[in-house]
């Protein structure tokens, strides 16, 4: 009855106030966790710990972004049916805090003894655990950004995504530090500090979605993430497309540069000699390079737009094999080593490594969508997303690759490969065509938090 609406959106309106710090907790809280769990860095060095297989570690972040996109095709199905929102932001997180629960509980229950006769069933928990953590986070992203988009108001929707982006970036920082704590000491055997780690990341995923439930969705609240089917000329117009041809060969040069990730860790300790209580400090480094960053980006954006943004990102990736094969032939240089007093200096000094992904992927994430958004005709820009983020899953499997060309030669090898493949983006970079300047629509990309940059997940 009309009454009975009234009363609805008058409760509603008193409700989007709370909401709005509601949803800031949420994200920021959210982008801690998936600091605690990143794919390429974390979960990837601890499957190491477990298996000599470079292959196997290499597909921990392909499962992670490959599914993660995966887990967005049936949000976008849904959301032609439903409503309310709420719900499956509600769902897709607890199915997270669920996986990373039992994640936890599995490797707290695992003694070092036990992983001496076989270590297969906890790989097998961890991937299991992965596979659903990432199809519910590619699921819920989408539900999640409606949500907010529903229940804050447009005209605090600017000063909502600042308080965001600063208490995201605090909570990122603050949660890197936890890992540097828990990872960063030796009393702990192993895989006790990742399981406590894991507890952690649990915590805070029960804390996202206890949040979740509390925010109060508009009662007259519409759906929001489905846009409308794109005719069936726009997948011809898409091929025939020679703007986007270029970026789409850029991007698939430029994320499989990311092969290298789930090694450089690896690399530091095997070849460089850094301890393994070193990840937490490189964590910090990622997260750091993310953050700091982040302003000149912004700069850059508005000064000449998405596509310089875009080749900055290259150039800046081409820093981190360039490094990794720098370093030991410098170390070994006379005058170099005698000014090294011990080799934490050089492990330290490799951290720029991680400070130089985290920086290229702050760029990369920024300037995807907004390159596309101005490439693309509006009617047709589902089908530029939906085929860009196909193709770049398929991509994300790169790191197999890799961990497969380490095994047959060595990680120099990998790192010229990455090299080469990162100056032919940089080349690349250069063909991109001009856009005009739009500005950003935010709204309809869902939230990028640290962790998700640093996973160079797909638009």
């Known amino acids: 009855m009309p009454g009975s609406e009234l009363r609805h959106d008058s409760s509603d309106r008193r409700g989007?106030?709370?909401n709005s710090i509601l949803g800031v907790a949420a994200e920021s809280v959210s982008a801690a966790a998936e600091v605690m769990l990143l794919p390429s860095l974390i979960l990837a060095f601890f499957v190491a710990e477990l298996t000599p297989s470079y292959a196997t570690i290499g597909l921990v972040p392909a499962i992670a972004?490959?599914?993660?996109?995966?887990?967005?095709?049936?949000?976008?199905?849904?959301?032609?049916?439903r409503r309310r929102q709420q719900p499956w932001a509600f769902a897709s997180v607890v199915v997270r805090a669920a996986a990373v629960g039992i994640l936890a509980i599995v490797t707290s229950r695992t003694g070092p003894a036990v992983l001496t006769e076989s270590a297969r069933p906890l790989i097998l928990t961890?991937?299991?655990?992965?596979?659903?953590?990432?199809l519910a986070g590619g699921f819920g992203s989408l539900a999640s950004s409606a949500l907010l988009r529903s229940s804050i108001p447009s005209e605090t929707w600017g000063a909502f995504v600042r308080r965001r982006s600063a208490w995201s970036a605090l909570l990122s920082v603050l949660a890197a530090i936890v890992v540097a704590r828990l990872l960063g000491t030796n009393g702990i055997a192993f895989p006790g500090g990742y399981g406590r780690l894991f507890l952690v990341a649990t915590l805070c995923l029960v804390t996202v979605a206890a949040?979740?439930?509390?925010?109060?969705?508009p009662?007259?609240?519409a759906t929001i993430l489905s846009a409308p089917n794109p005719p069936r000329r726009a997948w011809r117009q898409l091929l025939e497309d020679t703007r986007f041809r270029r970026f789409l060969l850029f991007r698939v040069l430029l994320s499989s540069t990311a092969a290298i990730d789930p090694f450089l860790f690896l690399y530091a300790v095997t070849r460089l000699g850094a301890p393994i209580t070193k990840i937490g400090d490189y964590v910090v480094l990622g997260v750091l390079g993310w953050i700091l960053s982040a302003p000149v980006w912004f700069w850059v954006e508005r000064r000449s737009g998405a596509r310089a943004l875009l080749q900055s990102a290259a150039v800046v990736r081409l820093i981190a094999p360039a490094i990794a094969l720098a370093t030991p032939p410098l170390a070994a240089i006379g005058p170099i080593r005698e000014r090294l007093p011990d080799a934490?200096?050089?492990?330290t000094a490799y951290g720029a490594v991680f400070f130089v992904v985290g920086a290229a992927l702050a760029a990369q994430?920024?300037?995807n969508y907004d390159y596309l958004?101005?490439?693309?005709?509006?009617?047709?820009f589902p089908a530029y997303t939906g085929l860009t983020n196909i193709v770049l899953a398929i991509v994300a499997f790169s790191p197999v690759l890799g961990g497969v060309l380490i095994e047959r030669y060595s990680y120099e090898a990998l790192f010229g490969v990455a090299a080469a493949v990162g100056l032919a983006a940089v080349f690349a970079g250069g063909w991109l065509a001009e856009t005009p300047s739009r500005a950003r629509e935010r709204q309809d990309t869902g939230y990028l938090t640290t962790s998700k940059a640093l996973l160079s997940g797909p638009v």
Do not use: D, K, N
Request: net charge positive; with cysteine.
């Open 211 to 217: 949040v979740t439930a509390a925010m109060r969705e």
């Open 344 to 347: 934490t200096t050089l492990t």
């Open 16 to 18: 989007m106030a709370l």
């Open 373 to 380: 958004a101005a490439l693309a005709p509006h009617q047709v």
């Open 65 to 81: 972004i490959g599914f993660w996109t995966l887990g967005r095709l049936p949000a976008h199905l849904l959301a032609r049916t």
């Open 219 to 221: 009662w007259s609240a």
């Open 126 to 134: 961890v991937f299991l655990c992965l596979i659903a953590y990432s």
């Open 365 to 367: 994430s920024r300037g």
